[in-house]
Every structure is written in structure tokens, then in C-alpha cells.
């Protein structure tokens, strides 16, 4: 099966950084992409960052636009996503997916990492 772990939340003051890593174990072969979604309490879960592998295209949401980025390593099988600039309306859930050749679905999910910004 595939296992994908988050890592590298916790607190952080406002206008600090973080770096969020997902790391990825099983039948990872099909990958075709991985994004960052985040989920704040009462809210629904929004996407905040994605990346193709075919072409290396991103994609990011307007709140975080020329704050975050989304990286790989093919080498450790790891996606990661650097934060700066945080803001307190950055605090939530941040978890990890993957979708696969199958299709455009993110089928597969972490088990999320708590990031909470203080002003």
C-alpha cells in the first residue's frame, strides 16, 4: 500500500518560515503528482500548492502566491513545502496527496501536520 507522512509543522511566530516535508513509501511508481491541501477548524479543505510531474508545472493558491513553495526529490521520494512570510490566517492542518496515472483524483492522503502561526 501507499504511505505518505507529513512532517515539519508546529508553532511559529508571524512572518517566520517552515518547512513541511511528505514522505512517500509503497507502490509510488504510478505517481503522476502531489499537492498540499490545508484545513483550518470549521473549514473546508482548500489546495494550496500542486506539482505535475509531467512538465514540472505548479500550481498555487492566491493567498499563498510569492510566499510558499513546492518542491521535490526523486532521490528520497519526498515533496516538500517551504512557508514564509506566515501569517496567522495560515494556521491549520496541512496534509500531504498524491494522485497516480489513474486519473486527475488525489486518491491517496496523509495524515496531516499542525502549523499554527501566532501574531
Known amino acids: 500500500q501507499v504511505q505518505l507522512v507529513e512532517s515539519g509543522g508546529g508553532l511559529v511566530q508571524a512572518g517566520g518560515s517552515l518547512r513541511l516535508s511528505c514522505a512517500a513509501s509503497g507502490r509510488t511508481m504510478s505517481f503522476t503528482g502531489m499537492a498540499w491541501f490545508r484545513q483550518a477548524p470549521g473549514k473546508e479543505r482548500n489546495l494550496v500548492a500542486s506539482?505535475?510531474?509531467?512538465?514540472?508545472?505548479?500550481y498555487y493558491g492566491n493567498s499563498v502566491k510569492g510566499r510558499f513553495t513546492i518542491s521535490r526529490d526523486d532521490a528520497k521520494n519526498t515533496v516538500y513545502l517551504q512557508m514564509n512570510n506566515l501569517k496567522a490566517e495560515d494556521t491549520a492542518v496541512y496534509y500531504c496527496?498524491?494522485?497516480?496515472?489513474?486519473?486527475?483524483?488525489?486518491?491517496?492522503w496523509g495524515q496531516g501536520t499542525q502549523v499554527t502561526v501566532s501574531s
Open positions: 506539482l505535475s510531474w509531467s512538465g514540472g508545472s505548479t
Open positions: 496527496a498524491a494522485r497516480t496515472i489513474r486519473g486527475a483524483i488525489y486518491a491517496y
